[in-house]
Every structure is written in C-alpha cells, then in structure tokens.
C-alpha cells in the first residue's frame, strides 16, 4: 500500500511514521516481524526523472559512511520501478516528534550544543561528498529512539533536476534556502540556510542566546551571497561568538563584585575632609555590551525566538517548572558560596589594611565569584543571563548585611578620629 492509499484510507500507520520530502517513512510488518520501510509518494514516483533519481540515491547511499547517515536499498517495485525503499533496522523518530514528547530536554546541560555539533558534523560530511542535505527541517531530521542521535535519510540534492521543488517540500518549505525552491540551483550556502532555519526551530520554546541570535541572522539571509561560505565557517564563527560571550559575562560579574567591594571599603574608611561620592554607573546586561560594542567578524543583528506560548499548556508547564527549579538550585548554592568568598574581606583585618593591599585581595575575590557563578550555572543547568542576575542580587544583599555588621562591632567610618 502507497502512501497515498494509506492516507485516503485514514490508515493508523500514518499517525506512527514520518512524513519525508520524498514519502512515508514507518514501520511495517513482515511476518513476524516488523522492517522500516519508505513509501514514495505517488504524486512523484509518477515521474520517470523522480524514479532515476531514487535510482541514483540508492546507488550513492552505501558510499555514505557517516555515523549519522541511515542506509537503504529499493524495496518493492512495480514493473521494474521502485515504490518504496527498504531502511536499515533500529527505532527513529523525527527531531519535532522528540522534543513535542520530551520538551525538558531543551533545558538538559548541553543537549541543544550536541544537537547543532552533530547536524555541522553530518552536514560537513555529506557536503564534502557533493550531496546537500538542503531541507533540515525538525520532520527531515530524524533520532535514534533511545540516544537521540542524530541521523539524516534520503538527502535533496538528489532531486534538484525536479522542475518543481514545492512538490518535493511542501509544507517544509520554509526551511529550504529561496534558491532551491525558485531556481533548483544549491551549494553549500543553501546548507548554511536550512541548518540556521533547524536551529532557530530549537530555540523556539525558550530564549536563545546572542551568539546564537547573531548566527542564525546571518546564515538565514535571502541572498546566498550575505550567508556564511560553509558550514565549516558557520562553525568557526560560532565558536568565536562563543569565545566572546564567556569573556564579556566574566567582564561583568567581576564589575559588579568590584563595585560592591571597592564601594563599601572607601565608605568604611575614616574621613579626613569632605568628599563628593559619585554613585556608580547602572549595570549593563551582556547582550547590551555585545550589542554596542564589540563585533566579531561581521555584523551579524539579532532576530527574537518563538514564545513558550506555542507549546500546548502541560507541556509548557513542565518547562518552566525545570526552569524553575533550575534557579532555586543555583540561588541557594550561590549564596552559600559568596558568603564564604565575601567574608574573607568583610572583616576587620582586612578593612583596616592599606588601600593598596586591600585591591590586591578584592580581585583574587572577583575572580573567585566569577569562576564559582559559572560553574554553579553549569550545575543547575542555567543560562548565562539569569544567572548573572541572580549573582549580583545576591551579591548587592550581602554585602550590605556584611556592612550592618562591621558597624555593629565598631568598625566604621571615623572610628579612628
């Protein structure tokens, strides 16, 4: 049974499998078992050119030996013509099928880095053979049921000679570069595209972070020109904004913690003459620092992701119940840790030492704040940005309890007068 049968037909089958560029993609059962099978669909494999491309697709696909590259062969045919394509075994899902039943997993310690490493590994791959995945949308992209590998099947540029690609994409026509869907025309640009398209789908449900935001822009311009070379590029560029993004929020905790610090001490310290305090300049978020200032390579923009609100109402409830939960953990192991570190200068030795010795303690302590914020984000599975925030309120509240206390035990300005 076609695929086209199956779906007049209202078959449940439909409902188990995935629904590829080029078919059905589902389980059927043998006897007593049960093989993973691709019916093409009719509408295509009534053209002569779409047959010989399958053709050629089979002939190609054992020369593929990519990890995340699924083998085939030509199942069943008619009058020598193929109609569906045998898979080889195991048990696979499409990414969207995956994070639509187990949404946590966007907010699990580096399960969204590992997704877009394995797509720019798989994709670098194929393309150095000459074959373009073109279309990676989260339904044209597949998971090892288990492991979540990623694994990619049947690939486009097999197809390009179709004079009309819409009947190939269809409803995934979006995540295909303009020049595929209006010329037939692709190269490596056209892979930048649609692997910019898969990660924008990935940061749907939640805040995607600057670097991210600024490469996507970029590989998702119309103009194949204005795009990212290859996706080795891409990669490197991402790496660097990755590069930047760590040292500018380093930047920032150790801000704050110097101006809480070096504040409070020049408060504490006796008074010899009248002086003008000036009150410090508001803090800054890293993405304005980002945005204003530094511009790694080109000037890439920002674009915003998707809200939480196309997630169905349960699902979007365990989310933000993980984030939460998340933010309590950090909070509470945060605040354990800057009173620990903070005390060390919040003392009397240290408040009466010289100016000179007591700027060399404060920035071993920045250091130390900085390094133990990041780390404990890590932990908790939390953002930069949030947990950034959290770290300076913490910060603020107890610097000015450890201030109440120095001038409860006599340690205050004008003490020594």
């Given at each position: 049974?076609?695929?086209?049968?199956?779906?007049?037909?209202?078959?449940?089958?439909?409902?188990?499998?995935?629904?590829?560029?080029?078919?059905?993609?589902?389980?059927?059962?043998?006897?007593?078992?049960?093989?993973?099978?691709?019916?093409?669909?009719?509408?295509?494999?009534?053209?002569?050119?779409?047959?010989?491309?399958?053709?050629?697709?089979?002939?190609?696909?054992?020369?593929?030996?990519?990890?995340?590259?699924?083998?085939?062969?030509?199942?069943?045919?008619?009058?020598?013509?193929?109609?569906?394509?045998?898979?080889?075994?195991?048990?696979?899902?499409?990414?969207?099928?995956?994070?639509?039943?187990?949404?946590?997993?966007?907010?699990?310690?580096?399960?969204?880095?590992?997704?877009?490493?394995?797509?720019?590994?798989?994709?670098?791959?194929?393309?150095?053979?000459?074959?373009?995945?073109?279309?990676?949308?989260?339904?044209?992209?597949?998971?090892?049921?288990?492991?979540?590998?990623?694994?990619?099947?049947?690939?486009?540029?097999?197809?390009?000679?179709?004079?009309?690609?819409?009947?190939?994409?269809?409803?995934?026509?979006?995540?295909?570069?303009?020049?595929?869907?209006?010329?037939?025309?692709?190269?490596?640009?056209?892979?930048?595209?649609?692997?910019?398209?898969?990660?924008?789908?990935?940061?749907?449900?939640?805040?995607?972070?600057?670097?991210?935001?600024?490469?996507?822009?970029?590989?998702?311009?119309?103009?194949?020109?204005?795009?990212?070379?290859?996706?080795?590029?891409?990669?490197?560029?991402?790496k660097a904004l990755k590069a930047t993004r760590s040292s500018v929020t380093m930047f920032i905790v150790a801000l704050v913690a110097a101006l809480c610090i070096v504040g409070f001490y020049f408060g504490m310290m006796p008074e010899t003459n009248e002086m003008e305090y000036v009150k410090p300049a508001p803090r800054q978020s890293t993405d304005d620092l980002l945005d204003d200032g530094f511009d790694p390579v080109t000037e890439l923009g920002v674009i915003s992701g998707d809200s939480l609100d196309r997630m169905p109402p349960e699902k979007k409830k365990e989310y933000e119940k993980h984030v939460k939960k998340s933010e309590e953990i950090f909070r509470k192991q945060f605040e354990r840790e800057a009173d620990r570190i903070l005390s060390k200068v919040y003392n009397s030795e240290y408040m009466g030492a010289s100016e000179k010795n007591f700027m060399a303690s404060s920035k071993k302590i920045f250091a130390e704040l900085t390094e133990v914020q990041q780390r404990l984000a890590g932990e908790a599975n939390l953002t930069n940005e949030k947990s950034q925030v959290i770290a300076t309120q913490i910060i603020d509240k107890i610097t000015e309890e450890k201030k109440k206390n120095l001038v409860k035990y006599g340690i205050q300005k004008g003490e020594n007068e």
């Open positions: 049974m076609n695929y086209d049968e199956m779906l007049s037909l209202g078959n449940v089958q439909i409902a188990k499998g995935a629904l590829l560029p080029i078919g059905l993609f589902h389980k059927k059962q043998n006897g007593v078992k049960y093989e993973n099978v691709l019916d093409l669909r009719c509408h295509l494999s009534d053209s002569v050119l779409f047959l010989e491309d399958v053709k050629r697709e089979c002939e190609e696909n054992p020369n593929l030996s990519s990890p995340h590259q699924l083998h085939f062969v030509i199942g069943e045919t008619s009058c020598g013509d193929p109609k569906s394509l045998s898979v080889e075994k195991g048990r696979f899902t499409t990414f969207s099928q995956l994070l639509f039943d187990n949404p946590s997993l966007v907010g699990r310690k580096g399960f969204l880095d590992n997704v877009i490493k394995q797509v720019f590994d798989a994709a670098e791959y194929i393309n150095e053979k000459g074959v373009y995945h073109l279309c990676y949308s989260p339904d044209n992209v597949l998971a090892r049921v288990g492991d979540n590998k990623l694994l990619l099947l049947s690939h486009g540029s097999f197809y390009l000679n179709m004079n009309d690609q819409g009947d190939i994409y269809r409803d995934m026509s979006s995540y295909v570069a303009p020049e595929v869907m209006s010329e037939g025309t692709a190269d490596e640009r056209s892979e930048v595209y649609s692997i910019g398209k898969f990660i924008e789908w990935l940061y749907s449900t939640g805040d995607m972070p600057l670097e991210y935001k600024r490469l996507v822009k970029k590989a998702t311009m119309d103009n194949p020109d204005d795009r990212y070379c290859d996706v080795g590029a891409m990669r490197s560029s991402l």
